[in-house]
């Protein structure tokens, strides 16, 4: 694989009124859903502005995120197999491969919104070599990257330890520094927190600044923690 190649990536989006749940105690249900697309949309703006990237594939039967995220550029297919988050990401890939035989792929969270074209970019450069390979979270437990060469099964075992499912099915661990935020997803209120140190993208931000507005002080402070009380 040579530097030219460029990837396409699959970003699995479930339905937004289930997801972010564990928010739930800083973070109304409407306030999760908001937050949730927010990421997505920004997690899609980074990564076609990435130069090593040549489309986004999100899979979702969420009709408002399809919207959103095609608006954002990107190709929105159905979850079709409705098997969960393995299953969505095998079908995406099988999408894109129908469309571009032998590309390179790479499953990509949709919760990175602190994510830089810059470092995804590094991140892909490390993975070209390798039949498959993936960067594990900022907790260093699951994943938010698997990547596969041309020709190559994807075969992602995303959900819960998934970094160690993933060294078991033989994928190659990348050991990058200065890509945090390619490895900072957004589970908790302290994940956001700290994807928020790092610098969002402007959806997520005003999406922050949105639940802030629904919930009270009390729960943006939940969400942006010191930095809330301080000015500026």
């Known amino acids: 694989m040579t530097a030219e190649v460029l990837w396409s990536l699959v970003v699995p989006l479930k339905p937004l009124r289930s997801a972010k749940t564990r928010l739930a105690g800083a973070v109304s249900p409407a306030g999760r859903a908001l937050l949730a697309l927010a990421f997505a949309s920004d997690t899609v703006a980074a990564a076609l502005a990435c130069a090593a990237v040549a489309d986004v594939t999100?899979?979702?039967?969420d009709p408002e995120a399809a919207v959103e995220l095609a608006g954002r550029g990107a190709l929105v297919v159905p979850d079709s197999p409705r098997g969960g988050l393995n299953a969505a990401l095998a079908h995406g890939a099988r999408v894109v491969r129908a469309r571009r035989p032998g590309a390179?792929?790479?499953?990509?969270?949709a919760d990175l919104p602190a994510l830089r074209?810059?470092?995804?970019?590094?991140?892909?450069?490390?993975?070209?070599?390798?039949r498959r390979a993936f960067l594990a979270d900022a907790d260093g437990v699951g994943t938010t990257l698997l990547a596969a060469a041309g020709g190559?099964?994807?075969?992602?075992?995303f959900g819960g330890p998934s970094r160690g499912g993933h060294l078991a099915s033989g994928a190659r661990e990348l050991r990058l520094a200065g890509v945090e935020s390619v490895r900072r997803d957004v589970d908790t209120a302290a994940n956001l927190r700290a994807a928020l140190a790092l610098g969002v993208g402007p959806r997520t931000a005003r999406a922050v600044r949105a639940v802030g507005a629904d919930r009270?002080?009390?729960?943006y402070r939940a969400v942006r923690g010191r930095s809330a009380a301080s000015p500026g």
């Open 58 to 61: 999100v899979v979702t039967d």
């Open 104 to 109: 390179p792929v790479a499953a990509l969270g």
């Open 117 to 130: 074209p810059v470092e995804l970019g590094a991140v892909l450069a490390a993975a070209a070599p390798r």
């Open 152 to 157: 190559v099964e994807l075969a992602p075992a």
């Open 216 to 219: 009270g002080e009390g729960a």
